[in-house]
């Protein structure tokens, strides 16, 4: 500025070192930070459960305020996240709790100002399917007797095991905050923990602890019934699923008053995104001419079906926020090269029934109901058990007054519960629902993640499934494919893929 208002006034020279200095300010600007690249004019993101509402979210931080992005829905804005009616009060069917440390998760509710209810606590069993292996007492010395009797000090060195791993995990956050990006999901994995973490996606979370010299039996006996709760699956899971698992049998698990699904809504209004109603059917590849440059532009045609019937649109930059499985997205990719291709995974189907109903106490062996108080059932590995766990729930709204005696049960099962079943189960019930779902990645290590990037500047938000799936992979994935999806866009390589980030960041305080 203060050149400027001297130049003319001054003399030659004068004016000639300040046409020098405005050159070279000039010349540094476009060959340091690529600032005078176009920003990117419209941005599309396929799926609106908490991947792409947080990526929504994120892109407009990056991005800023003058880029359009259109976020596509073929159901419920939440996805995963999603409520059922049994007999005018909602539950939360799918993702569930939250983790303490979930930082990503705790902000946006936080930043969305929604609320999280007190939680109940309950007595939790462990039944093998023909006693129970494991019963909670309302006495908390009792229990730690009970566990240091039954399993020596494993359930201490678990609980050491799956802190140590906890710790290294929570670096991404620091990463992030300094806007370091990933170009696959192992390169994030391996930021964090090295080729430790690496390994554990190699092998089963059985071998993972076998190796740490965890006792077989607390293994089939504690750590498999929590595998089954939670990713309706066995031991034979990747040891970093397996973890994360086992940080979700944690205490201080959270959830969002009024549903989960919640946060999705409230990020997609925050990021200021247009929400469109449409089954994304097509991406294409197109090449446009530039106006005057004559270079050609690349852009992505996104072919829906809506309400509206069939329509097309030209992004500059996507990203896929749902699991690329045919019976989940059915997305045709038309004319990539190479072709992009097709991941193949399996996803897990789980049935979540919802029953108001008296539980028949003695089919778990108890023949006095009134001294039944389990309202958390977990099981063993058993080929005769039909379901893979039980629990009491609350409401999303209006927890606290839940009224004495009268209990929902939800039951995951990997079928539908038919009437026999549900017999067996309760003594009496008014109410049965049911949600179907392809819920998780079918895990079978060795694990190899399909690609983030997919093409020039098209994403894969799901690939973080391969590690582990839950609302805060997701959240994460986002941030970082929303750093990715920038730093790609304004070629700054040395934002992604550092190595020693860690040891990097330590001492830059
Ligand atoms: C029963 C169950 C229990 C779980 N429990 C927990 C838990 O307690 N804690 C936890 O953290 N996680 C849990 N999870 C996992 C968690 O719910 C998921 O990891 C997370 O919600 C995935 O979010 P997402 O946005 O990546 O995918 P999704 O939520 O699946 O979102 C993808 C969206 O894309 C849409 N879509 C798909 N194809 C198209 C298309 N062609 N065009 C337009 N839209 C399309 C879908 O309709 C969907 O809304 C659970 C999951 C299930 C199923
Ligand atoms: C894990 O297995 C894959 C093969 O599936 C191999 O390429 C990779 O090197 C292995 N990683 C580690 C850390 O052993
Ligand atoms: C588009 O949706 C309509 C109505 O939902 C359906 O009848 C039609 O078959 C769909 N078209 C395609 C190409 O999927
Ligand atoms: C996926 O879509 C194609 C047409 O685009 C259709 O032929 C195929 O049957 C669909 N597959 C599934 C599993 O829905
Ligand atoms: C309860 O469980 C017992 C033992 O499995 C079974 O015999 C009985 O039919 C079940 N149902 C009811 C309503 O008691
Ligand atoms: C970014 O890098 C790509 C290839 O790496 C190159 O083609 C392009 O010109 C670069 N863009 C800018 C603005 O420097």
Not at 197 to 221: C, G
Not at 332 to 352: M, N
Not at 437 to 457: F, Q, R, S, T
Request: hydrophobic share 40%; glycine share 8%; aromatic share 12%.
């Amino acid at each position: 500025m203060a050149v400027r208002v001297s130049a003319p006034t001054a003399g030659v020279a004068a004016a000639a070192a300040a046409a020098f200095l405005l050159l070279t300010l000039w010349g540094s600007f476009s060959s340091a930070s690529q600032e005078l690249r176009r920003p990117p004019a419209k941005i599309g993101v396929i799926g609106a459960g908490i991947g792409g509402t947080s990526a929504a979210y994120f892109l407009r931080q990056r991005f800023g305020k003058d880029v359009q992005i259109d976020v596509f829905e073929k159901g419920e804005v939440g996805g995963r996240l999603a409520t059922v009616s049994v007999e005018g009060k909602n539950y939360e069917a799918g993702g569930s709790v939250i983790h303490p440390l979930n930082l990503h998760m705790k902000h946006f509710v936080n930043m969305l100002g929604l609320s999280v209810p007190a939680k109940q606590g309950g007595l939790m069993g462990i039944y093998n399917g023909d006693e129970f292996v494991f019963e909670e007492s309302s006495w908390y010395i009792w229990n730690i007797i009970k566990l240091l009797w039954n399993y020596g000090l494993n359930a201490l060195r678990m609980h050491m095991w799956v802190e140590e791993i906890l710790d290294k995990f929570m670096r991404i956050y620091r990463y992030q905050s300094h806007d370091y990006a990933f170009s696959t999901s192992e390169a994030l994995l391996h930021a964090l923990g090295g080729s430790d973490f690496l390994w554990m996606l190699n092998q089963t979370i059985d071998k993972s602890m076998q190796k740490a010299s965890f006792s077989q039996k607390f293994i089939n006996e504690m750590v498999t019934p929590v595998m089954r709760v939670n990713y309706g699956q066995s031991t034979s899971i990747n040891g970093f699923v397996g973890a994360v698992s086992l940080a979700g049998a944690d205490s201080g698990l959270w959830s969002i008053e009024g549903g989960n699904k919640l946060a999705c809504t409230g990020l997609l209004e925050a990021s200021k995104a247009h929400g469109i109603s449409g089954t994304v059917i097509s991406l294409e590849e197109k090449a446009r001419l530039e106006g005057r440059s004559g270079g050609t532009r690349k852009l992505y045609e996104v072919t829906y079906n809506s309400s509206m019937g069939l329509r097309s649109d030209l992004y500059d930059i996507i990203l896929i926020a749902t699991p690329l499985q045919r019976k989940i997205a059915n997305i045709t990719f038309r004319s990539f090269k190479p072709p992009i291709p097709e991941f193949s995974r399996p996803y897990q189907p789980i049935v979540a029934t919802f029953i108001h109903g008296q539980i028949n106490a003695s089919f778990f062996g108890c023949q006095d109901p009134s001294q039944f108080y389990l309202n958390a059932i977990f099981t063993t590995e058993n080929p005769n058990l039909f379901f893979n766990s039980l629990g009491v729930v609350s409401p999303v709204q209006n927890k606290m007054d839940q009224i004495l005696g009268s209990q929902v049960w939800k039951i995951f099962s990997p079928e539908s519960l038919t009437k026999e079943q549900i017999n067996l189960l309760f003594s009496s019930y008014d109410a049965v629902e049911e949600k179907k779902w392809l819920a998780y990645p079918h895990y079978n290590p060795p694990e190899k993640c399909p690609p983030v990037i997919l093409h020039d500047h098209m994403y894969y938000l799901n690939s973080i499934e391969c590690l582990a799936s839950a609302m805060e992979m997701s959240a994460i994935s986002a941030k970082n494919v929303a750093l990715l999806a920038h730093h790609r866009w304004y070629n700054k390589t040395d934002m992604i893929d550092q190595e020693d980030l860690h040891e990097r960041l330590k001492t830059e305080l």
